[in-house]
């Protein structure tokens, strides 16, 4: 009888709790094996390997041969297997493109979000351009902390049928212990 929970919608819910919701899963994860073995089992399920290249093209829509199709198809393969393999396929040349895989399911899970920017850097001697930069959830957030609005909560923007349209990123984790710069947000 005198448990009388609020009715609200998803963002009254959980965006006022979410910095401690998100404190507790990783305290959570880093200290005890059940949780991390939930984690553990899950991104094993669902990620595996990772996502790897299959390519098929439509040989006859675009007028090849199927010789031509067939070369076009393993250069792609080939070309694709040497950017997912390196490093330098993140932008913080950290993970190949198959721990990026994992670790975006590990921190959506922990999280409850994870955000990929994709990012054009150019490398010595490297043939690609494309990288993929790993943002944790945290530093989407309003920018200069602003307080929700019908429109923008939690550092997501929704146009008024309510599908999200941006996020707005600060340029480093809100929470860091020595700041390295000013704070700045990027609407993406």
């Known amino acids: ?104 399911l590990r921190t959506r899970l922990e999280s409850g979000d994870a955000f990929v920017v994709l990012a054009s850097l150019r490398r010595p001697g490297w043939p690609f351009t494309l990288a993929l930069q790993l943002v944790e959830a945290d530093r989407a957030c309003n920018p200069n902390f602003q307080a929700d609005t019908a429109t923008l909560a939690a550092g997501i923007e929704r146009n008024e049928s309510g599908a999200a349209v941006a996020v707005h990123l600060c340029n480093q984790h809100p929470g860091a212990l020595v700041g390295t710069r000013k704070l700045q947000w990027q609407r993406i």
């Open 1 to 104: 009888a005198n448990w009388r929970p609020g009715v609200r919608d998803a963002n009254g819910d959980t965006v006022a709790d979410l910095r401690e919701l998100r404190a507790r899963s990783r305290d959570l994860v880093r200290n005890s094996p059940i949780a991390s073995g939930a984690i553990d089992t899950q991104v094993t399920h669902v990620v595996g390997s990772g996502l790897s290249l299959q390519s098929r093209s439509e040989a006859e829509l675009l007028g090849l041969t199927p010789e031509l199709a067939n070369a076009w198809q393993t250069q792609t393969e080939r070309r694709f297997r040497l950017w997912a393999s390196s490093t330098w396929c993140d932008a913080a040349d950290e993970q190949d493109f198959y721990e990026l895989q994992d670790l975006a």
